[in-house]
């Protein structure tokens, strides 16, 4: 409760640190990451169902603890079926009344109950409650509906009466958790279905996913194979995994979307490499594969992420990680310009949660003057300049056309590339279905 507390004080600028339950016992660790999770990723749900049940009060009006109690109280009730409703409400009501007193309890007391009350409950033959504790109605199908939220397995838990709002994308918003503005910004380039597949994607548990196009000898257990090839999904101890992913540098975590834009240009044989904006050095390692004669040379700007390339190619013998202030050592000399840049992450939002509750045109106007930025310094890399053969492949895990085909048409119009092709990874997999048809989003474009 304290860490949500301190998520809402930073609200919209949530930080996904991850939750310290080291001194926690096996059990109450794993109860306590579930909700906190759940909190995190249905923060919109929560905040839009017990908005409609404050009285005389905002939600943003409300001091970091109380919202955190009725976040977590309501969290509990709607999302966590096993926990008992009076556990649910009580834990929630003792924490804030210890932290702010009897009147602000009384109030989560108060809105939690009415929170329950939103929720078709379970009747029998002669449409009473069950005995016991109470179970909510479930349908198996969740299609969008004024009564009913979708669910993270699937299916949908119903509610008692048409409690959504009537418009569409405000319904779409409050269900999955995603900014209006989001979604209207999906609209202006997706369909209506793909736009609600794209927000239940959102929700669905992102499975672990590892690039395999290039592993040596035998494959490791605990793996599935993918229905995209190249790839498997990990469904073993992850113990095991993580002494797996040291051992071997054939094998790293990397989802389908990801590997799409150099698995989209295998066919180059490029001499030199530059990937300007390496991260953490995932597709450095996928390029070193891809392209078996190449130099690499990989940078990136962040001091924290050039460690990590560092310390992850150190003593890689065509690998060569270099400070960002000497990448125009390279000028003239690349027959390949990987940029990676810098994006919304909304492709990827089923993993980055906290991407969805930032997005802002503001922050996407800010981010494509640095796409542009980048591509525009980029140029001056090619070996004999535009038009010469060398290349400029382009990628974002955005879904967002104004840091994709926006970002292409510009860079041909004002710096005479030609667009030899572009490519957009929708997300596949919603909740439910199994992590073999899982992807995130991503876009890719090859200038030359």
Not at 416 to 432: F, T
Request: net charge negative; aromatic share 6%.
């Amino acid at each position: 409760m304290r860490a949500v507390a301190r998520q809402a004080r930073r609200w919209p600028d949530l930080r996904l640190d991850g939750l310290d339950v080291s001194w926690l016992e096996p059990r109450d660790a794993g109860f306590a990451v579930a909700l906190y999770d759940q909190i995190i990723t249905r923060w919109l749900t929560l905040r839009g169902l017990i908005s409609m049940r404050l009285e005389r009060k905002e939600f943003f009006e409300l001091e970091p603890a109380v919202a955190s109690g009725l976040l977590c109280g309501a969290a509990q009730i709607l999302f966590m079926e096993k926990v008992p409703i009076r556990a649910a409400v009580g834990e929630s009501v003792g924490w804030v009344r210890a932290q702010k007193g009897l009147g602000a309890g009384g109030l989560v007391n108060a809105v939690l109950r009415r929170v329950c009350d939103m929720i078709a409950w379970e009747v029998d033959e002669e449409g009473e409650p069950l005995a016991g504790e109470p179970r909510a109605q479930r349908r198996d199908i969740w299609i969008g509906e004024r009564d009913e939220l979708p669910l993270e397995r699937g299916g949908a838990l119903v509610l008692e009466a048409y409690t959504l709002p009537k418009d569409r994308l405000e319904r779409l918003s409050i269900a999955t958790s995603h900014p209006v503005d989001l979604l209207q910004v999906w609209s202006r380039s997706m369909s209506a279905d793909e736009v609600r597949t794209m927000a239940a994607h959102g929700i669905a548990r992102p499975p672990i996913i590892l690039n395999t196009a290039h592993v040596e000898g035998e494959m490791p257990e605990g793996l599935i194979p993918h229905e995209l090839p190249g790839h498997h999904v990990f469904v073993g101890d992850y113990e095991m995994l993580d002494e797996g992913l040291k051992r071997r540098r054939d094998l790293w975590v990397q989802d389908p979307a990801s590997s799409l834009a150099v698995e989209s240009v295998r066919e180059l044989a490029p001499g030199l490499v530059v990937d300007v904006c390496a991260g953490k050095g995932t597709k450095t390692r996928q390029m070193a594969f891809a392209f078996g004669e190449a130099e690499i040379i990989a940078t990136d700007i962040d001091v924290e992420r050039y460690k990590e390339l560092e310390r992850v190619f150190r003593g890689h013998p065509r690998v060569r990680v270099v400070p960002f202030d000497r990448l125009s050592e390279w000028n003239e000399k690349a027959d390949l310009v990987f940029l990676d840049v810098p994006c919304s992450n909304t492709g990827v939002l089923a993993r980055r949660v906290e991407a969805r509750y930032r997005f802002s045109r503001e922050r996407t106007e800010q981010l494509t003057n640095m796409q542009r930025q980048i591509l525009a310094d980029s140029v001056r890399l090619l070996k004999g300049g535009v038009g010469s053969g060398s290349k400029i492949l382009y990628s974002t895990c955005s879904l967002d056309e104004q840091e994709n085909e926006a970002q292409v048409k510009w860079a041909a119009r004002w710096h005479d590339l030609e667009v030899i092709w572009e490519r957009r990874r929708i997300a596949g997999g919603e909740p439910g279905r199994t992590g073999t048809s899982y992807s995130d989003g991503s876009f890719a474009a090859l200038l030359g």
